[in-house]
């Protein structure tokens, strides 16, 4: 029921934003505007995000090989890419629960380490992001930012090096784990033995990435961010109409950000509307704005997509 209800309240929030953009936005110039853009550069971005999407399998592989030999980047990069597919297509994060209880069979490791994986990931992720919308805040002067704003530079870092150090340390979620598992363990017997054996093989994957470890995972997220900022960069770059085309630096993380709110799978509105808002915060007009919102969210959306996509209608195929 709840799963449901998030639905329901992401699709109105996504129908809400995606309004509110068109709204402000004369139709025949936003076409115009998407018109003009310059096909080679989005061809540049195009390469610079698969290198990025590569970079992300190789991390999610460096994590799980702790445990699994045979989760080489090669054998991770087809789970990756259709997780990705599943979730741009699915509701209730569908591509992720793949990779927990469907892949997890193909890279000879067990849900729980899988569970964990995604966990670091996501932090990992997320600690980029808050690093890279401190430099945006600082580098572009921005203070009247919703929230975030009021956090600031300095704050918003902190919070991302906070995160790294809590990676670097992972008893706390240790002691959390173990906690949940006593509780479960009272509640059903029967099934607290299942879930322990899957929780302990997670610990020993988050042990083993703690420490000095954790430093090239967080080398490695902030390098495949970094080239998600490069594709960004490229397609502004591929906009006549924009002025401030590093505006796209702080498009990234604002819009990726944005993503956490309940939207529909794809995040229909809530990436194009806060990278419309990044861009016109960094001086640039509302038409093209929303063409680059709209050409980046297509850019980074489709060819995941249809990748995935394909590689699952391959294999299903096989089996």
Same mark, same amino acid.
């Given at each position: 029921?709840?799963?449901?209800?998030?639905?329901?309240?992401?699709?109105?929030?996504?129908?809400? %934003?995606?309004?509110?953009?068109?709204?402000?936005?004369?139709?025949?110039?936003?076409? @115009?505007?998407?018109?003009?853009?310059?096909?080679?550069?989005?061809? @540049?971005?195009?390469?610079?995000?698969?290198?990025?999407?590569?970079?992300? @399998?190789?991390?999610?592989?460096?994590?799980?090989?702790?445990?699994?030999?045979?989760?080489?980047?090669?054998?991770?990069?087809?789970?990756?890419?259709?997780?990705?597919?599943?979730?741009?297509?699915?509701?209730?994060?569908?591509?992720?629960? @793949?990779?927990?209880?469907?892949?997890?069979?193909?890279?000879?490791?067990?849900?729980?380490?899988?569970?964990?994986?995604?966990?670091?990931?996501?932090?990992?992720?997320?600690?980029?992001?808050? %690093?890279?919308? +401190?430099?945006?805040?600082? +580098?572009?002067?921005?203070?009247?930012?919703?929230?975030?704003?009021?956090?600031?530079?300095?704050?918003?870092?902190?919070?991302?090096?906070?995160?790294?150090?809590?990676?670097?340390?992972?008893?706390? %979620?240790?002691?959390?784990?173990?906690?949940?598992?006593?509780?479960?363990?009272?509640?059903?017997?029967?099934?607290?033995?299942?879930?322990?054996?899957?929780?302990?093989?997670?610990?020993?994957?988050?042990?083993?990435?703690?420490?000095?470890?954790?430093?090239?995972?967080?080398?490695?997220?902030?390098?495949?961010?970094?080239?998600?900022?490069?594709?960004?960069?490229?397609?502004?770059?591929?906009?006549?109409?924009?002025?401030?085309?590093?505006? +796209?630096?702080?498009?990234?993380?604002?819009?990726?950000?944005?993503?956490?709110?309940?939207?529909?799978?794809?995040?229909?509105?809530?990436?194009?509307?806060?990278?419309?808002?990044?861009?016109?915060?960094?001086?640039?007009?509302?038409?093209? +704005?929303?063409?680059?919102?709209?050409?980046?969210?297509?850019?980074?959306? %489709?060819?995941?997509?249809?990748?995935?996509?394909?590689?699952?209608?391959?294999?299903?195929?096989?089996?």
């Amino acid at each position: 029921m709840k799963r449901h209800i998030r639905t329901v309240i992401g699709l109105i929030i996504a129908i809400i %934003l995606t309004g509110l953009i068109f709204r402000k936005t004369d139709g025949t110039q936003l076409i @115009a505007a998407i018109k003009s853009s310059n096909p080679l550069w989005l061809l @540049a971005g195009l390469i610079i995000f698969s290198l990025g999407l590569i970079g992300r @399998a190789a991390r999610w592989s460096s994590m799980l090989r702790t445990s699994s030999p045979n989760a080489t980047p090669r054998a991770c990069l087809q789970p990756f890419l259709s997780s990705l597919a599943l979730n741009n297509v699915l509701p209730f994060r569908a591509g992720d629960l @793949a990779r927990v209880f469907v892949f997890n069979k193909t890279l000879g490791t067990g849900p729980g380490q899988i569970l964990a994986s995604l966990f670091v990931e996501r932090l990992l992720d997320l600690a980029s992001l808050l %690093l890279f919308l +401190a430099l945006g805040l600082w +580098a572009f002067d921005i203070h009247n930012l919703p929230t975030l704003g009021k956090v600031g530079a300095s704050g918003t870092a902190l919070i991302a090096l906070l995160i790294f150090v809590l990676l670097a340390f992972p008893r706390w %979620l240790q002691i959390c784990i173990d906690g949940g598992l006593r509780l479960i363990h009272r509640l059903t017997p029967n099934r607290g033995h299942h879930l322990a054996d899957e929780a302990a093989d997670a610990i020993k994957l988050l042990s083993a990435l703690g420490g000095k470890r954790i430093l090239p995972l967080i080398t490695i997220s902030l390098i495949v961010w970094g080239l998600e900022g490069i594709t960004l960069w490229c397609v502004a770059q591929s906009m006549p109409g924009l002025i401030n085309s590093a505006g +796209a630096w702080f498009a990234l993380p604002l819009a990726t950000l944005a993503t956490l709110i309940p939207s529909t799978p794809g995040y229909v509105g809530t990436f194009d509307y806060f990278a419309i808002l990044a861009m016109t915060l960094t001086q640039n007009d509302t038409v093209p +704005a929303t063409a680059f919102a709209l050409i980046a969210h297509l850019l980074i959306w %489709l060819p995941p997509t249809l990748a995935g996509g394909i590689w699952l209608l391959i294999t299903r195929n096989k089996t």
